[in-house]
Nanobody
Framework: VQLQASGGGLVQAGDSLRLSCTDPRRTSSNNGMGWFRQAPGKDRDFVAA????????LYADSVKDRFTISRDRAKNTMYLQMSGLTPEDTAVYYC?????????????????WGQGTLVTVSS
C-alpha cells in the first residue's frame, strides 16, 4: 500500500485548503481511511475518518463544522476540505488506511500511512 498526501502549504488564518490522499496501487477502495495531524512537539491526533463507501464520517471536535472529509473511489483519492483555518491547525497532516472497512478514531486501527503534508497557518 502506498498512500500519497498532498495539498499542504502556507495560508493565512481564515483561508481554506484542500488536502488529497491518493492510492496509486488501488489497494484501499474497500477500507476505511482517515486523516491525522501532528503539530511540532505533540502527538499525532485524529482529525477525520471515512468508511469504505464514503459514509460514516467522523470528526475531531476541534475541526467539526470546519473540515469535510470525502473520497472518490473511482479516482482512489480521499480529500480533506479545510476552511476557517487557524494557527492551531498548523501541523503535518497524514492520511492513513484502516485494517477494516469502517471509519475509526483510533490510531491503532490504521495500518498504512502516507508521508504527510505540511499545513502552516499564519495569523
Amino acid at each position: 500500500v502506498q498512500l500519497q498526501a498532498s495539498g499542504g502549504g502556507l495560508v493565512q488564518a481564515g483561508d481554506s485548503l484542500r488536502l488529497s490522499c491518493t492510492d496509486p496501487r488501488r489497494t484501499s477502495s474497500n477500507n476505511g481511511m482517515g486523516w491525522f495531524r501532528q503539530a511540532p512537539g505533540k502527538d499525532r491526533d485524529f482529525v477525520a475518518a471515512i468508511a469504505w463507501n464514503g459514509g460514516g464520517a467522523l470528526y475531531a471536535d476541534s475541526v467539526k463544522d470546519r473540515f469535510t472529509i470525502s473520497r472518490d473511489r473511482a479516482k482512489n483519492t480521499m480529500y480533506l476540505q479545510m476552511s476557517g483555518l487557524t494557527p492551531e491547525d498548523t501541523a503535518v497532516y497524514y492520511c492513513a488506511r484502516t485494517r477494516g472497512a469502517w471509519s475509526s478514531r483510533t490510531r491503532s486501527d490504521y495500518i498504512y500511512w502516507g508521508q504527510g503534508t505540511l499545513v502552516t497557518v499564519s495569523s
